[in-house]
């Protein structure tokens, strides 16, 4: 298992079936030249994409909540810490992740069917996200050799 991931592998394939949709959007978005590069405004910190944000920085909380009642549109707001302390909030919207109503209705729907407080389900995919993601970081660094 790998320390850093906590992963048996590098493809580290998510623990829960109806989270892998959403972490492979959530992926993506670190492609997304309106969120990345992200720099904080504490320590000036600079994290290039998604997987490194994820890498480098520790959840705050929960780490993600869904404003869309606030926002009156659909708008989910991730919560890290930098390691300077600060706090760094990658805003989501249905431009940037599409499918946040679908999202939110699937964390939803597997905290009724488990039993489960709607925040433990949304720590566990965080948790599932991260890793799949650094995981997949990893892999392709790995594959170039660095």
Known sequence: MDIMTGCGSKKCAPDNEQFVEFIKLFEAIGKDERLFPKK????????ESFSEYLWAT????????????????PFTMQ?????CGSTLILSLTEEIY?????FWEMLRKEAEETGKPLKQVVSEFRDQCSRFVVAQMLAEEEGNGS
């Open 40 to 47: 904080c405004s504490t320590c000036g910190r600079v994290y």
């Open 58 to 73: 520790m959840p705050r909380g929960h780490a993600l909540e869904d404003v869309t009642k606030v926002m009156h549109s």
């Open 79 to 83: 919560y890290r810490n930098c390691s």
């Open 98 to 102: 599409p499918e946040l109503d679908r």
